[in-house]
C-alpha cells in the first residue's frame, strides 16, 4: 500500500488544519491506521489511531479534544482535523496502516505499523 500525505503547512496558534492521506494500490479487508508525528529531537509519537471498521479512535491526551481523525473509505483517505493549534503541534506527521484479521483496538506503537507515508510538515507559529 502506498500512502501519500497532504495539508501540512504553516499556521498561527489557534488554527486549523486539515491533513490528508490518500491510499493506494493493494487493498486490506480490515486494517489499522493510525496518525503520527515526530518533532526535532524527538521520538515519534502517536497522535491517533483507529480500525477501518471505525471502532475504538483512541487520541493522544495532548490532542484530544482538538484533533479528529476520519475516513472516507470510497475514497481511500484518512483525514487528521486539527483545531486551536498550538506551537508543540509543530511536527512531520505521518500516516501508517497495517492490514489486520481482527475488529477491535489497534497498537499504537510506530514499530508496529508497516505501510508509511513520506510525512507533512506542521507548523504552529
Known amino acids: 500500500v502506498q500512502l501519500v500525505e497532504s495539508g501540512g503547512g504553516l499556521v498561527q496558534p489557534g488554527g486549523s488544519l486539515r491533513l490528508s492521506c490518500g491510499a493506494s494500490?493493494?487493498?486490506?479487508?480490515?486494517?489499522?491506521m493510525s496518525w503520527f508525528r515526530q518533532a526535532p529531537g524527538k521520538e515519534r509519537e502517536t497522535v491517533a489511531t483507529?480500525?477501518?471498521?471505525?471502532?475504538?479512535?483512541l487520541y493522544a491526551d495532548s490532542v484530544k479534544g482538538r484533533f479528529t481523525f476520519s475516513q472516507d473509505n470510497a475514497k481511500r483517505m484518512l483525514y487528521l482535523q486539527m483545531n486551536s493549534l498550538k506551537p508543540e503541534d509543530t511536527a512531520m506527521y505521518y500516516c501508517?496502516?497495517?492490514?489486520?484479521?481482527?475488529?477491535?483496538?489497534?497498537?499504537?506503537?510506530?514499530?508496529?505499523?508497516?505501510?508509511w507515508g513520506q510525512g507533512t510538515q506542521v507548523t504552529v507559529s
Open positions: 501508517a496502516l497495517r492490514g489486520v484479521t481482527w475488529v477491535g483496538l489497534c497498537p499504537h506503537n510506530p514499530a508496529w505499523y508497516t505501510d
Open positions: 494500490g493493494a487493498r486490506y479487508s480490515n486494517s489499522c
Open positions: 483507529m480500525h477501518s471498521g471505525g471502532t475504538s479512535t
